[in-house]
């Protein structure tokens, strides 16, 4: 079973940059489809991007597509979210996920959240 611990959230000003890692212990984390997802206060839990088995696919939400980058690395069990040109509206919790299929749907195993606060 994969446990996934989100890290590298934190304060900063509009138009700067954050990294978020996805740490997942378990077997067969190569297996699954991983994404990453956020949720605002009063707001369901959104779509941001995920990442193929391989790391070869990428799908984003319309929201963060140019400025976001998602990407894994099987060999440390990691994934990864590259967010350049944070806006305010870009304040979540963010989440990371695994899927069975591609381009995800139906993920699980959630860990417990990094907190991205973008100030304007």
């Known amino acids: 079973q994969i446990q996934l611990i989100e890290s590298g959230g934190g304060l900063v000003q509009a138009g700067g940059s954050l990294r978020l890692s996805c740490a997942a212990s378990?077997?067969?984390?190569?297996?699954?489809?991983l994404g990453w997802f956020r949720q605002a206060p009063g707001r369901e839990r959104d779509f941001v991007a995920s990442?193929?088995?391989?790391?070869?696919?990428?799908y984003y939400a319309d929201s963060v597509k140019g400025r976001f980058t998602i990407s894994r690395d099987n060999s440390k069990n990691a994934a990864y979210l590259q967010m350049n040109s944070l806006k305010p509206e870009d304040t979540a919790v963010y989440f990371c996920g695994i899927s069975n299929s591609w381009p995800g749907a139906e993920f699980r195993s959630w860990g417990p959240g990094t907190q991205v606060t973008v100030s304007s």
């Open positions: 378990g077997r067969a984390f190569d297996t699954y489809t």
């Open positions: 990442v193929s088995y391989s790391g070869g696919g990428a």
